[in-house]
């Protein structure tokens, strides 16, 4: 890992597909990410990080450069404000991987946030974020449910 990426591995409970709609379904993302995260899921259509709240604030936005339900999805991640500088752009992508695992399914899930800025608030959001929000994710699949803090 250099000063311009963050990488994530987690293993889950549940089958590739299950851990795609997760990532993609807004009813899902509102569940463990307090956000919806809203596109058509095919490559070259924008998505947006959407408030679940009656703001509807939209937090991130940016492009689906690929997507292969259920393996794999990789998206342009950017404040709105500073969604056509490229240099403050940045870049994730998630893979999702099915494991030959007793008791399964299970999956590997591998979250890699690229291109960051070094020190930026960004760098540092996501740092202490995408550990938090993979938890959730595991939490709500293999129990159905996200327990509050």
Do not use: C
Not at 10 to 38: F, S
Not at 126 to 140: E, F, I, N, R, Y
């Amino acid at each position: 890992m250099s000063d311009r990426e963050f990488v994530y591995v987690i293993y889950i409970r549940a089958t590739a597909e299950e851990v795609w709609r997760g990532l993609t379904d807004p009813e899902l993302t509102r569940i463990y990410w307090m956000h919806e995260n809203v596109s058509d899921w095919k490559a070259g259509s924008l998505w947006t990080h959407r408030r679940a709240d009656a703001s509807g604030t939209v937090d991130i936005v940016g492009e689906v450069v690929a997507s292969e339900p259920p393996h794999r999805l990789v998206l342009t991640w950017s404040l709105p404000s500073e969604a056509g500088d490229a240099a403050k752009s940045s870049r994730v992508s998630f893979e999702v991987e099915p494991q030959a695992w007793p008791g399964g399914p299970w999956v590997r899930v591998r979250v890699l946030h690229t291109d960051l800025e070094p020190g930026s608030e960004m760098f540092e959001s996501v740092s202490h974020g995408w550990p938090a929000l993979m938890s959730g994710l595991k939490t709500l699949l293999e129990r159905g449910a996200v327990k509050s803090v």
